[in-house]
């Protein structure tokens, strides 16, 4: 993917060239169409999402728990904890979204390991906000 797309992206944008272009060799840009499942809930994580462009509903045992947008990204607590997805999100409206696989990501995290650590202060803030 064209590192310079990760600019306009607030995980990304404050990293240095070196770990944006780091980040953009491990992963890709693909477009989605509206009512496409970007995760489900219950499944085991092996990707971790940032929306560039459109918009996707998050669902909880079916229920709607947000809406996310461009620069929202999802995925990002499986990947890093190996865990179940927590949710199902689907997209809203057509959409071009940035993925990562985990192995994907744990490569970049070795060789990277600013980006990685950004990634999982996301993931710890999640999860105050969750119990809080």
């Not at 009512?35 to 459109?54: H, M, N, P, S, T």
């Not at 990562?100 to 990634?119: C, H, K, L, Y």
């Amino acid at each position: 993917m064209d590192e310079s797309n990760l600019r306009s992206v607030a995980l990304f944008d404050s990293l240095p060239d070196a770990a944006r272009r780091a980040v953009a060799q491990h992963a890709d840009e693909i477009d989605v169409p509206e009512g496409k499942e970007l995760a489900r809930q219950g499944d085991f994580a092996y990707e971790f999402f940032v929306i560039e462009d459109g918009t996707a509903e998050v669902l909880r045992d079916g229920e709607h728990v947000a809406e996310l947008g461009p620069g929202d990204f999802l995925g990002e607590m499986g990947i890093i904890g190996k865990v179940v997805r927590n949710a199902t999100v689907v997209t809203t409206s057509p959409a071009r979204v940035i993925v990562m696989t985990s192995q994907a990501f744990r490569s970049m995290a070795q060789s990277n390991p600013d980006v990685a650590g950004r990634i999982e202060a996301a993931v710890e803030e999640r999860c105050q906000a969750l119990v809080a």
